[in-house]
């Protein structure tokens, strides 16, 4: 079992950043490829960003592509969100989860049915 935390959110202004934490507990992270989610009311849970297991490779929705950065730090076992130029559109519970590299593959990423283990979410509102 992995038990994933995130932190880091807040309310911030349109034009601010801010920068998320995901610190996991119960196995090392080094076997799991990252994502990052969010989910706005009314809205399903959609992609964000993912990291494979030792950081060679970096994925984007293209609504964040340029503004966010993932990262990751496996001998802290934690991953990070960069999020600059935030907009009032990236309002939403961001949540982290992570996914075997076993099943990794260059598309299931982009999708929540690959990740095993989530996180409770952290509330990230930005004002106009």
């Known amino acids: 079992q992995v038990q994933l935390v995130e932190s880091g959110g807040g309310l911030v202004q349109a034009g601010d950043s801010l920068r998320l934490s995901c610190a996991a507990s119960g196995r090392t992270l080094s076997n799991y490829a990252m994502g990052w989610f969010r989910q706005a009311p009314g809205k399903e849970r959609e992609f964000v960003a993912a990291i494979t297991w030792v950081g060679s490779s970096t994925y984007y929705a293209d609504s964040v592509k340029g503004r966010f950065t993932i990262s990751r730090v496996n001998a802290k076992n934690t991953v990070y969100l960069q999020m600059n130029s935030l907009k009032p559109d990236d309002t939403a519970v961001y949540y982290c989860?992570?996914?075997?590299?076993?099943?990794?593959?260059?598309?299931?990423?982009?999708?929540?049915?690959?990740?095993?283990?989530w996180g409770q979410g952290t509330q990230v509102t930005v004002s106009s």
């Open positions: 989860a992570a996914g075997s590299r076993s099943y990794y593959s260059g598309s299931n990423i982009y999708t929540p049915r690959f990740y095993d283990y």
